[in-house]
């Protein structure tokens, strides 16, 4: 099977652009969970998607959104960029729902997002 | 590659050798705990979980163990290979939801 795949891999934006990420799960995969992972900060949980359903949400500003399409892949997409949405942003996949879950998450390499 | 942290707690030991590495984590309430492994330039990658209801797990080379009590979640690597060298983090769940908080990570280095 091939793995989690996101594009693109590299991306420079400036400050106050938008920008979209998307998310290839595993092939059969319900689940996509996205992170935020910085130097300060470490990884962080955004949101996780099942069956085109936000079902879960981490505590970043409503200029983070996200959504899943029928076919389980995902975008994210931040507007207003600033500074300090500079990261690397990983996304994730699983079989199943998340709950109180042993179902593994399976991360992509993630998309490099510079803000100058 | 790229760098996943800066300023991370940094293990440094002899191939051959046995690895330990910490992990404080934060809620009392949380009851599935996770260890990744992050090598520069991929994506974290799940090494191996335990419940709450445990406090020793083993795997192919590593075991998990956790202590309740302090709230102290350690994995160790027997005989350490050069491809171990990565970053290590720790997950924690909160009973109820899959909201993950994550450590910061610790830097194995395996030297030859």
């Known amino acids: 099977k091939a793995g989690v795949t996101q594009t693109p891999r590299y991306l420079i934006k400036t400050r106050g652009q938008q920008v979209t990420l998307s998310c290839s799960p595993i092939s059969g995969h319900r689940s996509v969970s996205w992170y935020q992972q910085t130097p300060g900060q470490g990884l962080q949980f955004l949101f996780e998607?099942?069956?085109?359903?936000?079902?879960n949400k981490g505590n970043f500003p409503g200029r983070f959104s996200g959504r899943q399409f029928s076919n389980s892949r995902s975008e994210m997409n931040v507007s207003t960029l600033e500074l300090g949405d500079s990261a690397l942003y990983l996304c994730?996949?699983?079989?199943?729902?998340?709950?109180?879950?042993?179902?593994?998450?399976?991360f992509g390499p993630g998309t490099r997002l510079t803000v100058l | 590659g790229e760098s996943v942290g800066l300023h991370l707690p940094t293990l440094s030991v002899q191939e051959g050798d046995n690895s330990i590495i910490n992990c404080a984590y934060s809620?009392?309430?949380?009851?599935?705990f996770i260890w990744y492994k992050q090598e520069s330039g991929k994506g974290p990658q799940f090494i191996i979980d335990i419940r709450s209801n445990m406090d020793k797990r083993q795997g192919q080379r590593v075991t998990v163990l956790l202590n309740k009590t302090v709230k102290h979640l350690s994995l160790q690597i027997a005989a350490t290979q050069p491809g171990d060298s990565a970053v290590y983090f720790c997950?924690?769940?909160?009973?109820?939801?899959?909201?993950?908080?994550f450590g910061r990570g610790t830097s194995l280095i395996v030297h030859p």
């Open positions: 994730a996949s699983s079989a199943g729902p998340s709950g109180v879950s042993t179902d593994t998450q399976y």
């Open positions: 997950a924690e769940n909160i009973g109820g939801s899959y909201i993950p908080t």
């Open positions: 998607y099942f069956s085109e359903t936000q079902r």
């Open positions: 809620n009392s309430a949380s009851d599935y």
